[in-house]
C-alpha cells in the first residue's frame, strides 16, 4: 500500500513537535511579519536554531532507539549462540571420555592400539586420513572418531559465528553511545539558547510551542478501528501530560515512537519500537479513512510518529519540553497512517 504525504497548512502552529518548525508557530504568536519588514531579530534566528537543533536531536533518537534495538538482538543472538557452544561441547566432552574408556580398555587387554592412540590426537581430521592405513581399527572406533569430528566441526562453527555476533555487537554498542552523544550536545545547545533569550522572547516561544493543547479535544463519535485499538487509545490518552523524553518508552515519559510502543504493549499487541519500524507495522491507508488508533508517521523519513484520536487529532510526545499531549494531524508532512 502506498503512503499518504500532505503538506501543512499555511501559518499553522508547528510548535507541536520536535520534527516541526517552532519558527512559524512564534512568529504566528507574535504577529505576521510584513513583506517589508527588516531582517529577521536575533531572537527569532535563535528560535529557528532551537527548532532545527530539536528536529535533528529527534532524528538522532530515533536512530539511536533503532541502534539500541539492534544491540537488544545481537545480545539475545550471542546468549543463544553460548548457550549452543556450552551443549556441544558438553557433548564432545562426554565422546572423548567414552574414546578414552576404550584406550583404558585396550591399554589393560595388552598396549594401546596404535588406531587407538591416534584417538588423543589435536586433529582428528588428520587421524582419519591416517586410520584408513590402519587394518587393526574397529568399525566402531572409526564410528565414534567420526561421531567427535562432526561435533568438533559443528563446535568451530558456533564459536566461529559467536566471534561475529560479538564483533557487530561491539560495533553496535558504539553505534548507540555515538547517537546518545549526538541526541545530549543538541539538545544541551538548543537549552543553552533558549536560555539565552530575553524573557520576553522566551515567553513568546513557550506560548507558541506549548499552546495549552494537553486538554481533552472533542472526540465524539469517533470508533476505533479495533478493539485492540481501542485499548491502545486509552493508553496514549492516559499518558497526556507525560513529559518527553528522549529514548524513553513509558510509562514515566516518552519519546515520540516510546509512546505509541508502550500505547499498543498495553493492548497486548507489540510493534516495532522506531517509528520507522512502526510505519510498516501494518496496512497503510488513506489519511480520509483514518481511524483511532492508526499510526501517523511525519516527513519523509518517519522521524517523528504520534496516534490517531479522531477528529482531526493525534496524541503523540513532541519533543524536549513538551508533555504527551494532542495536536491536529497536519501538524506537519505526514509519511504515512499505518493501522496496526
Known sequence: MGSHRRQAPSGFDRGACVAVSVLSAAVAALGAVPATAAPAAPADD???????LYTEAEQATEAYNKADERTDTLRGEVRRTQ???????????????????LAGAQYRSGGVDPSVALLFSEDPDDYLDKAAALDRISARQAGQLTELQNALRALAQERTE??????????????????????????AKARALLNALP???????????RSGRAELPDLTGVQPASGRAAAA???ARSAVGKP????????????????????YAQAGVAIPRTSQGQRHAGQHVP?????????VTYRSDASHVGMYVGNGQVVHAPYPGAPVRYD??????????TRV
Open 287 to 295: 489519511l480520509a479513512q483514518a481511524q483511532p488508533g492508526d499510526l
Open 162 to 187: 559467536a566471534t561475529g555476533r560479538l564483533t557487530e555487537l561491539e560495533k553496535s554498542r558504539k553505534a548507540v553511545a555515538a547517537h546518545k552523544k549526538t541526541v545530549e550536545g543538541k539538545l
Open 244 to 263: 518527553y523524553i528522549w529514548g524513553a518508552n513509558g510509562p514515566s515519559g516518552f519519546d515520540c515512537s516510546g509512546l505509541t510502543q508502550w500505547s
Open 199 to 209: 524573557d520576553d522572547d522566551r515567553a513568546a516561544y513557550d506560548r507558541a510551542s
Open 233 to 235: 487509545v486509552a493508553a
Open 328 to 337: 491536529p494531524v497536519g501538524m506537519m508532512p505526514i509519511d504515512s497512517v
Open 83 to 101: 548457550d549452543r557452544i556450552a551443549r556441544q561441547q558438553e557433548r564432545v566432552n562426554e565422546m572423548r571420555e567414552a574414546l578414552g574408556s
Open 46 to 52: 535563535t528560535r529557528a536554531e532551537v527548532d532545527r
